[in-house]
């Protein structure tokens, strides 16, 4: 009886140990086209420069709702001295650049859950999103709701032996953000069943395409979308001006430091950007200590209190991955301006990341997209300075490359 009771304890710890393998074999599905398209839908009319930043930055949803909370409070904080005070922050530059546009930023943290999906798509489907961009905007242009004016320039040329629609500002450093009826400007939307996201600042009933007011960026816009390739790349003088660094490198690359433990959707994308994070691996070690003390304790006849352990480090082996971020960064996870961490105008419950309420913009079918867990995807990152992971490949000339 004794034996049978040993090798019972020791099944159900063992089948506990293999149960993170298990999860993580269940692999996501690719993005499907129509998801993509739902996706860039609010950005795919926006000057190429801005889509290529929002698309960088949404590798980084923590660092979004950061910013985005830094920026709604200091909303004073303009021009030189802005540039001045995010000098002062750690985000990744993407990030920082968006806060010359901050209903853009706003937005993307109020829907953090639609901006993490962009970014996961952007990182696994790098040129199916690129690819979806000039899908809209070719359907936009047919329907006669994408034109040249004083506020944008459209053009074409090609790239990659076929041809692109370019959307460039008319002004030098003066950027005006169009919002539009993403229903109605591209013509009739044909996925029901996945019905496109509204941008920032659309308002139910108003004009199907119509520009906000100019915003004089200065040098804050210095991405670039290389459609040919599918990927985006940086224009080196005005980063460096703006960052104040002096990078040469003209490819932009996925920087995981900045993912703050978030984890990645896909086993592509873990095992090229998310090498310092490791997943389960902590989790199993923890059970491997506690089975052993386990046997321990049944030689001893402590099996009760065996039982009881292996309960609690089954729920770790399942869902602790959480619990371990929370200590491994969760101080790096803190808004700079004291606010606790990656809340926003969501809620903190149960160690996850929840997105409530916020504007109608983003929204349609996509705001019945359940909002993403960080905490339950985002394993802890011990290594976390992992330097740089390869992102776009793309390599340019002179600065910035078409």
């Keep these: ?44 009319l926006y000057p190429d420069s801005l889509i290529a930043q929002i698309l960088m930055a949404s590798t980084y949803p923590l660092e979004v709702v950061e910013a985005a909370r830094w920026v709604k409070s200091n ?13 002062q922050q750690t985000w990744d530059p993407s990030v920082k650049s968006l806060a010359a546009f901050p209903q853009v930023l706003g937005l993307m943290s109020d829907k953090v859950d639609m901006t993490q999906k962009l970014g996961d798509a952007f990182l696994g489907q790098q ?17 006669g709701n994408l034109k040249s004016g004083k506020e944008q320039t459209v053009s074409t040329a090609q790239e990659g032996g076929t041809t692109v629609i370019k959307i460039e500002p008319a002004q030098t450093n003066t950027v005006y953000v169009p919002t539009y009826n993403p229903t109605v400007v591209y013509g009739a939307w044909p996925y029901p069943a996945y019905p496109p996201y509204y941008p920032p600042g659309y308002v139910a009933g108003a004009a199907v395409f119509s520009f906000t007011a100019g915003l004089i960026v200065g040098n804050a816009l210095w991405g670039d979308c290389n459609w040919g390739h599918g990927d985006v790349n940086i224009n080196v003088n005005r980063y460096n001006s703006f960052n104040r660094t002096n990078i040469q490198n003209t490819s932009w690359n996925h920087n995981v ?13 873990q095992q090229r950007f998310g090498k310092g994070q490791r997943q389960g691996v902590e989790s199993r070690e923890a059970f491997r200590g506690r089975a052993e003390q386990g046997r321990r304790d049944i030689a001893r006849g402590g099996a009760d209190q065996f039982k009881r352990d292996a309960s609690n480090t ?12 929370q200590g491994a960064s ?73």
Excluded at 314 to 325: D, K, M, V, W
């Design 257 to 269: 430091e900045h993912r703050r433990g978030t984890q990645y959707r896909d086993a592509a994308s």
């Design 314 to 325: 089954s729920r770790l082996g399942a869902g602790g991955a959480g619990e371990r971020r």
């Design 1 to 44: 009886m004794n034996f049978t009771w040993k090798t019972l304890i020791v099944s159900l710890v063992l089948a506990a140990v293999a149960l993170p393998a298990v999860t993580r074999a269940q692999e996501p599905p690719a993005f499907k086209k129509e998801e993509i398209e739902q996706l860039v839908a609010p950005i795919a």
């Design 330 to 402: 969760g101080g790096a996870a803190r808004d700079r301006a004291g606010a606790p961490r990656g809340a926003g105008a969501g809620e903190r419950g149960g160690g996850s990341l929840q997105r409530t309420g916020g504007a109608a913009a983003f929204q349609g079918a996509g705001s019945g997209a359940q909002t993403r867990d960080f905490s339950s995807r985002g394993a802890a990152s011990h290594a976390s300075a992992v330097g740089h992971g390869g992102g776009g490949h793309a390599a340019a000339a002179g600065g910035r490359r078409r």
């Design 75 to 87: 909303p004073n904080v303009k021009d030189k001295a802005l540039e001045d005070a995010l000098a």
């Design 127 to 143: 040129k199916e999103v690129l690819a979806a961009i000039q899908q809209l905007r070719s359907r936009a242009q047919a329907a």
